[in-house]
């Protein structure tokens, strides 16, 4: 028979997540630390306070949420000490979730460039590891739009052959960043067919990076050349609304571009600046007054 502290172990993160969804997170907060005082310091603990940390900045409570954020940072880094980062399955969505909201705190607070110069020595510190994208894709929340595009690894792709986006200059460009796995992505496909249809003849040009993730069906491993032909049966299955659209194929430009979140949208206007960067899926509506916006310059 399993101890009990397994099933504890075991649900924590999912328990927390479920009180914050319903907004409770007086309970949240008893939960952890009722783990906390039968367990210690664990991956999976700094996890569930970062989820805490979350539902505090959602609520609006700033102090509390920078608190929270605090207190998991101080936990992941006594838990490295004894590893690296990737090695916990817990720890990299505690440390990202930490940085996040300490940054966002600081920019609710109108400490934009504070926020901005912490994340960039975050990149700095943990540039080497899976946080790579997600401190990008807050660097970019906060500083991306108004600046020019970074450009796109098109070495590899799917679908149609790529043009470099310097060479789409006078075309809004929209950037779709998604991955094989993500169902949100196949939800966002009737949306961007749409978008496309209505703005094709106003020279917009849709283009759809994705990258290996080392996995292919069923989460099983699988050489690069296996998951590539993979992403283009889910590619030609899931996206045939969007057969058209060129699909690089590179990690580089997730990096660049900070997707961690898919889909992760990204508007171009005709000059090459970006004028928005949106992790999660939009709406028609959303999209389209968006493109308008920028071709109405």
């Known amino acids: ?67 929270y954020a605090a207190d998991t940072r101080k936990l992941a880094v006594q838990i490295l000490g004894r590893g690296q980062l990737d090695r916990d399955p817990w720890l990299p969505t505690a440390l990202g979730a930490s940085i996040e909201v300490h940054a966002q705190v600081m920019a609710a607070r109108g400490e934009r460039p504070e926020a901005i110069g912490f994340l960039r020595e975050q990149l700095k510190l943990f540039g080497a590891t899976s946080l790579h994208e997600r401190i990008q894709k807050n660097l970019n929340l906060l500083n991306l739009e108004g600046k020019a595009e970074p450009p796109l690894a098109m070495d590899d792709w799917l679908g149609p052959k790529p043009a470099p986006l310097a ?38 040009v849709l283009i759809g990076p994705t990258r290996l993730y080392g996995y292919a069906a069923g989460g099983e491993d699988a050489a690069p050349a296996v998951e590539k032909q993979y992403i283009e049966q889910v590619r030609r299955q899931h996206y045939s609304a969007l057969a058209d659209m ?21 508007l171009l206007d005709s000059a090459g600046v970006v004028r928005l960067y949106h992790p999660g899926a939009m709406s028609e509506l959303e999209l389209s007054t968006r493109i308008q916006a920028i071709l109405g310059k």
């Open 246 to 266: 060129p699909v690089p194929l590179s990690a580089a430009n997730f990096l660049a571009y900070g997707s961690s979140t898919t889909p992760t949208l990204v």
């Open 167 to 204: 060479a789409l200059r006078g075309h809004p460009v929209l950037l779709f960043f998604w991955a094989h796995w993500c169902g949100d992505c196949k939800g966002e496909v009737a949306v961007l067919a749409k978008v496309q249809k209505a703005w094709r003849r106003k020279g917009l």
């Open 1 to 67: 028979m399993l101890p009990a502290l397994f099933f504890l172990y075991l649900s924590l993160v999912n328990d927390v997540r479920e009180l914050i969804a319903r907004h409770d997170l007086a309970a949240a907060e008893r939960a952890a630390k009722a783990y906390r005082a039968q367990t210690g310091a664990t991956g999976e603990l700094a996890a569930a306070l970062s989820w805490i940390a979350r539902g505090a900045l959602d609520a609006g409570e700033l102090e509390r949420a920078d608190a």
